[in-house]
């Protein structure tokens, strides 16, 4: 356990009483990034807008066209995770061709601002283009696509992408590995999850290998089923290195009280943990500003998934799926949600903005 969950408990009042939707004054002798109060060897990650719900709005991509948005993704951040554009669609928009531009670009970026990147994703049941969806395909076919398009895409960025999302939501929420949805389980069976592993490895074995999925915050039969396979794949020797909760979260719900309890169950077994997807959507009604309350709520929320990370010693990483309203995927996918990030629309930050930062900076004197 790290040296520091007794600094980061008597910081988070007064972390959560800051002024709301205030702007803080910028010094570059103490430069207010939260990778610069982070403590060494932390990685606090965004994902980098782009692709999928993108490509249905009114404004260009976000990454290669809007400057204070990437000026703000090199400054506050040391760990970056493509939205979508390491997806299959995305990626691998045709059998015989790839599409690597938009990845590219990503990690060219990291590498210039001195971040490390998360690959996301290689084996998963969404997002997957039409030609392999509704291909007729025979099982040895299926399993060659498959093993091609982890090898090329590992492959391509070995020794540039630090962690990598390799099976992703590959259990319902009842805990059954998804046989209808998911066409790789579907058609080749569970064992296909293992050989993801290893051809991953095999592509590249510097990379941390992931599985990730959403509501596994808590210990529940979802985070149990993966806390059995976890333990299966070990004895098989399939290199699985970490587990990740997502942690889309809902001032709807209350806070996952034992988000830590759970990480730690699966450090327990050997694994690295980490956050990947940290948003906490609210209801705010169209066109309205949320209450002094609920930003307060939204917050601590924020300030609780941090500290259960920081409080792990294998929790290196957490990543939140986005930094600005701007560009958030919440409004479109959850009607009547939104305000889930951490700066608005316009760049100015939030109370949840500045309980991260000086949870950081609790951990890092810590």
Known sequence: MRPVRSAIAALATAALSLPLIAAAPHSDAQPDRLRSAAPEGFFVGTAVA?????????????????????RILGRQFNSVSPENQMKWEFIHPERDRYDFGAADAIVAFAEKHG?????????????????LEQGDFSK??????????????????AGRIQQWDVANEIFDDQG??????????????????????????????????FLNDYNVESVNTKSNAYHALVQDLLKQGVPVHGFSAQAHLSTRYGFPGDLEANLRR????????????????????????????????????????????????????????????????????????GFANVMTDDFVRKPAFYALRDTLKAARKG
Request: proline content about 5%; hydrophobic content about 35%; aromatic content about 12%.
């Open 140 to 157: 040895e076919e299926l399993r060659g696509i498959l093993r091609e398009h982890i090898t090329t895409v590992v492959g391509r960025y």
């Open 50 to 70: 782009g692709g999928g719900h993108h490509l249905e709005q009114d404004y260009p991509d976000p990454f290669t066209h809007d400057k204070e948005y990437r």
């Open 176 to 209: 059954r590995l998804r046989t209808q949805d998911n066409i790789w389980i579907r058609e080749l069976g569970p064992g296909i999850v293992a050989d993801a592993f290893r051809w991953a490895h095999e592509a590249d074995p510097e990379a941390k290998l």
């Open 115 to 131: 971040q490390v990147v998360r690959g996301h994703t290689l084996l998963w049941h969404s997002q997957n283009p039409q030609w």
């Open 266 to 337: 699966f450090d327990a077994l050997g694994l690295e943990t980490a956050i990947t997807e940290l948003d906490v959507r609210m209801d705010v009604p169209e066109g309205g500003v949320p209450t002094e309350a609920q930003q307060r709520r939204q917050a601590e929320y924020y300030q609780r998934a941090l500290s259960a990370c920081l409080a792990v010693d294998g929790c290196d990483s957490f990543t939140i799926w986005g930094f600005t309203d701007k560009y958030s995927w919440v409004p479109v996918f959850f009607e009547g949600e």
